[in-house]
């Protein structure tokens, strides 16, 4: 077989190869794209998915110490100053607990109240306080735009209640009530300034003095 039977020889050969890959060249292609897909898969960052809220929980998110707060109502008028040795607030229940409180508070009328206790806990807005180890609520004696006078009072127990916006006071605790010279004891209680009333419930006892004749 001479040279030029020889290439054409080759040249079939060849090109019989290459026809047979070429059956098989979209599957081969195929094979490269997935393994291109698969590694970009791999290889690409994740998106972060946001972190979950987390619940809160009754841990206190800031302190205060040796503090003294004030309110002031539209027209700059004093409402409440809080002093306390040590403050701690929840999230959770967006309460201030404080230790050794004491809190001033002027009603509409200018008339002052003082709380004092081992320990209370106030909501937000500091218009509901719940005093706690030695409470004591003391509202001055206050003279009328009427010329009345009403006499100084005083509760005293180891936990009181007061609603400072609408100027109660409750307990479900012993209590003790000085109003003027007159005292009073009971189990429970619930005083209402604004309406002038005050109901003493379980065993009631108390000593009433007349006021002075004028």
């Known amino acids: 077989m001479n040279a030029a039977s020889l290439r054409a020889a080759g040249w079939w050969q060849v090109r019989g190869a290459w026809e047979r890959v070429s059956v098989y060249l979209p599957i081969i292609l ?9 590694w970009l898969a791999r290889n690409t960052p994740v998106a972060e998915t946001p972190e979950a809220k987390r619940a809160a929980t009754h841990e206190p998110d800031y302190f205060m110490r040796r503090f003294s707060v004030k309110s002031f109502d539209a027209s700059g008028r004093l409402k409440s100053e809080v002093f306390g040795t040590e403050a701690r607030h929840y999230p959770d229940t967006d309460t201030l607990e404080i230790d050794q409180p004491r809190i001033r508070s002027f009603n509409v009328r200018g008339e002052l109240t003082v709380a004092t206790a081992r320990l209370a806990l106030s909501n937000a807005d500091g218009s509901e306080v719940q005093l706690m180890g030695n409470a004591v609520v003391t509202r001055e004696a206050v003279t009328d735009t009427a010329g009345m006078t009403r006499p100084r009072l005083e509760f005293r127990g180891e936990f009181l209640h007061a609603f400072l916006e609408t100027e ?11 109003r003027g010279d007159s005292r009073f004891t009971a189990d429970s209680l619930d005083y209402d300034s604004i309406d002038q009333q005050m109901e ?13 004749s004028r």
Not at 30 to 38: H, Q, S, V
Not at 168 to 178: A, D, F, G, I, Y
Not at 200 to 212: C, E, I, K, Q, S
Request: aromatic residues 6%; positive net charge.
């Open 30 to 38: 195929m094979g490269f794209m997935a393994l291109g897909t698969y």
């Open 168 to 178: 109660r006071v409750r307990s479900n605790k012993p209590v003790e009530l000085t």
């Open 200 to 212: 003493l419930r379980g065993r009631v006892r108390g000593t009433l003095v007349p006021a002075p």
